[in-house]
């Protein structure tokens, strides 16, 4: 048992954030001792909220100097991510970064820069690898039910508008960015995580519902992106922020013995006798709200690396990186209607 304790301060107190405190808050080593926000918090307030004694602060500088923290959750404005874990690297603080870990590839590199340089541990909030049914189908495929995976697509249906916590400041191009970078980039991150290998190219069009609610969008709300890995494989993301329908993370996985639907397994090599799904029972990535999100896991995961002194596993800093160049190139493409390498990417970003 951990003898280790991290004492958390967050950056931004808004819907996130609250998710996070109550998964640090319930990690064996983890509590948030503080709290940054604009706004004037009380302190009663927030045990009332959360259980434990947090400090407010209306400094982020202030809140980094408080010797009772030693691990920030940076859950602010995405475009504040850059300086804010800059910051807080420079603190020497081990940090949990909220997605999107920065809006362009080149502060996504500065940040890693300076966790570099502070030799501080860094986690990115790519909190669906950590859930039952991606832990499930991961194994599934080390397995090798489904043999050689030579397709997936897995698709991001959310419909964010004013109903959802973030649509305020996610219309606007300086936060939201673009509909992979605000809410779809967990769907390309779990096709990488599931294909594996390095991806060589992508090519990307988007779209935009023409309904009043949508239309308030800076940028297009719906995007497909096809990508191509250098063993050959392809796969496909669609980011579609702009529908009305329940949240569905449409997931089909295609290999030499068998297939994969969301939670249902076929494989020859279960030598089945009728051609029909098997339905597994694992925990579904359906839902949108934070309170449902896997964070609890992924932040004791990370604990349990910096007790050990370990990089975080699954979504460190150096492997996030590579899907937000991902998803960067395909930006890029839909911008400018042509097929965009990885390489282009990192060289000129």
Not at 129 to 148: A, H, Y
Not at 192 to 206: N, P, R
Not at 291 to 300: E, L, S, V
Request: net charge negative.
């Amino acid at each position: 048992m951990s003898t280790k304790s991290y004492k958390t301060g967050v950056i931004g107190y808004g819907w996130a954030a609250t998710a996070h405190i109550d998964a640090i808050n319930g990690t064996k080593q983890g509590t948030v001792t503080a709290v940054y926000s604009s706004r004037k918090l009380d302190a009663a307030d927030l045990k009332a909220a959360h259980g434990s004694d947090i400090k407010p602060y209306q400094s982020v500088n202030a809140m980094l100097a408080d010797p009772n923290v030693d691990t920030v959750s940076i859950t602010s404005y995405p475009n504040q991510h850059k300086d804010h874990a800059i910051a807080a690297a420079k603190a020497g603080k081990n940090l949990i970064i909220e997605k999107p870990l920065a809006l362009s590839l080149a502060d996504c590199h500065a940040i890693k820069e300076a966790v570099d340089e502070a030799g501080v541990k860094a986690c990115v909030c790519f909190e669906v690898r950590f859930i039952s049914q991606f832990q499930s189908t991961k194994k599934i495929i080390e397995e090798g039910l489904l043999g050689d995976v030579h397709y997936g697509e897995i698709d991001y249906y959310h419909g964010i508008g004013p109903w959802y916590g973030q649509y305020r400041w996610n219309t606007t191009k300086e936060n939201g960015g673009s509909s992979l970078l605000s809410a779809g980039c967990h769907a390309l991150d779990a096709l990488l995580h599931c294909m594996g290998g390095d991806v060589t190219a992508v090519s990307s069009m988007a779209t935009q519902s023409t309904h009043e609610i949508f239309s308030k969008y800076e940028y297009p709300t719906t995007s497909v992106t096809l990508i191509k890995f250098a063993s050959g494989k392809v796969g496909k993301v669609a980011s579609v922020i702009d529908c009305f329908q329940p949240y569905y993370f449409h997931t089909h996985l295609v290999g030499s013995e068998g297939s994969l639907l969301d939670n249902k397994l076929y494989s020859s090599k279960l030598h089945l006798r009728d051609k029909k799904w098997t339905e597994l029972p694992m925990a579904m990535a359906d839902s949108g709200d934070v309170a449902d999100h896997p964070y609890q896991a992924q932040f004791q995961t990370f604990f349990d690396a910096l007790d050990k002194g370990e990089d975080m596993p699954l979504t460190s800093l150096n492997e996030s990186i590579k899907s937000f160049e991902v998803i960067f190139a395909a930006d890029k493409s839909a911008a400018e209607g042509r097929s965009v390498t990885i390489e282009e990417i990192r060289t000129d970003g």
